[in-house]
Every structure is written in structure tokens, then in C-alpha cells.
């Protein structure tokens, strides 16, 4: 099959638009949350997970299991020593693809806003998430815990609001008409059709120009002369 190089690129164009919009912007994702209560280890342990069956409405369904006894003194040494509370976010998408994200947050933070938290997840135009982070709303300036902070903690469970950010898509040149318009004139120009609708002056100015200069010249040499 040949192809002309104007209608080569489009139908290239047309691949990658279609490797684009292979996830619909308004399918569903799951996310696969897991925490390390640990100050020096590096495994985590299952915390919860959260379904939104829609990335357009924003809706979420999460389902996190209580605490175990050993996992809230965990969180509470990890408080003590001012260390940081990691989550693992595995996000599994409608065509069976998954990411991982991880984030970071003082353990502190955590024991002050009784188990509270935010999960903002970033998407793309194409509906692919770009990044998860959770947040806490304490105030600003606590950073490190006192044993009061420790002794309130009265939650045994996670409590998390999941909040979707949309990127918004630029505008996209429209790329294909203008290479479908640059094969056309180059055709025409193949085949002799192009007219040229310029004025008279614009199509032979080139030689409008010289013969005035003549003139003026000329002119300038005659009255010259008669002097």
C-alpha cells in the first residue's frame, strides 16, 4: 500500500489518538492501600481499599478494617519518634493495568486528626492517574507530638475522604486539517491549478518598480540639463 507522506502522518496520528483514548475518561478504578508502621522497615502491611466506579462523578466507596492493637502502638511509636507514616496506593484501572504510588505524612499528624484523612488523586485528560497524596487537616505549626496528643487518640479506623483532581487539557492544534490543506495546494500546484488572486500591482511590482525609477531619473537628468 502507498501512502502519500501527508497521509502517512495522519493515519500515525490516528494510532497514537487511538492509544490515547484507550482508557475512557469516565471508567472505573480501584485502589489497593497499604501503610508501613514501621520506623526502618520497608514492608507494608494491608490498610484498605477504595473504589470509585466512576472517574467523572468523583464517588468513592472505601472500606478500611479497625486497628489492631498492635498496629495503634505502632503508629503511636512511630509519633514519638517523629517519624513518617508511609501509604502504598496500587491502582488497578478497567484494562487490567496498575500503578503504584507512595506517600508520605509525619505520624504525628495523623494522632491529631484522630484518624483522619484526605486521598487526592490526580488524573489526566485520559483518565489516568498522574498522583495520589493524602493530607491531614491539623493546624499549622503542630509538627511534633506531645503524649497528650498520643493519650487522645479515641479512633481505632481510618477515616478517609477521597477528593478527584481533573487536569484540564490544553488546546491541541488541529494538526491533521492543516496537513490535509498542504496536500491539497501541493496537488494543485502539480496539476496547474493554482490561481493566483493577487492585484495587479502585488503580481508585477517587480517591474513597475524599475521603469518609475527610469523616469524619476530621467526627469531629474533633464531639468539638470536645462539648467
Keep these: 500500500m502507498n501512502l502519500k ?20 475518561h469516565d471508567s472505573w478504578i480501584t485502589i489497593e492501600l497499604q501503610h508501613s508502621l514501621g520506623s526502618t522497615s520497608k514492608s507494608f502491611s494491608f490498610r484498605g481499599n477504595v473504589t470509585i466506579p466512576s472517574l467523572n462523578s468523583g464517588l468513592a466507596n472505601v ?27 496500587t491502582v488497578v484501572y478497567s484494562n487490567g493495568a496498575k500503578s503504584n504510588f507512595i ?18 488523586i490526580s488524573l489526566d485528560p485520559s483518565g489516568f492517574v ?17 503524649q497528650e496528643d498520643i493519650n487522645q487518640l479515641d479512633e481505632t479506623q481510618f477515616s478517609t475522604d477521597v477528593l478527584i483532581r481533573h487536569a484540564e487539557l490544553a488546546p491541541v492544534p488541529d494538526t491533521a486539517s492543516f496537513i490535509q490543506k498542504v496536500e491539497r495546494e501541493r496537488e494543485a500546484r502539480e496539476r496547474g491549478e493554482v490561481r493566483d488572486n493577487r492585484g495587479f500591482f502585488a503580481k508585477y511590482w517587480m517591474y513597475i518598480v524599475p521603469v518609475v525609477l527610469l523616469v524619476f531619473i530621467s526627469g531629474a537628468t533633464n531639468q539638470e540639463g536645462a539648467k
Excluded: H, M
Excluded at 507522506?5 to 487511538?18: D, E, K
Excluded at 489492631?68 to 519518634?81: F, G, I, P
Design 63 to 89: 472500606a478500611q478494617p479497625p486497628l489492631t492493637d498492635e498496629e495503634l502502638e505502632q503508629l503511636k511509636t512511630l509519633a514519638r519518634q517523629n517519624e513518617f507514616y508511609r501509604l502504598k496506593a
Design 5 to 24: 507522506p501527508g497521509f502517512a502522518l495522519i493515519f500515525l496520528l490516528g494510532l497514537v489518538a487511538c492509544g490515547w483514548g484507550f482508557l475512557e
Design 130 to 146: 498522574t498522583g495520589i497524596t493524602a493530607s491531614q487537616d491539623t493546624p499549622t505549626g503542630t509538627i511534633e507530638c506531645e
Design 103 to 120: 506517600t508520605s505524612n509525619k505520624a504525628c499528624r495523623l494522632l491529631q486528626a484522630q484518624l483522619r484523612d484526605v486521598l487526592w
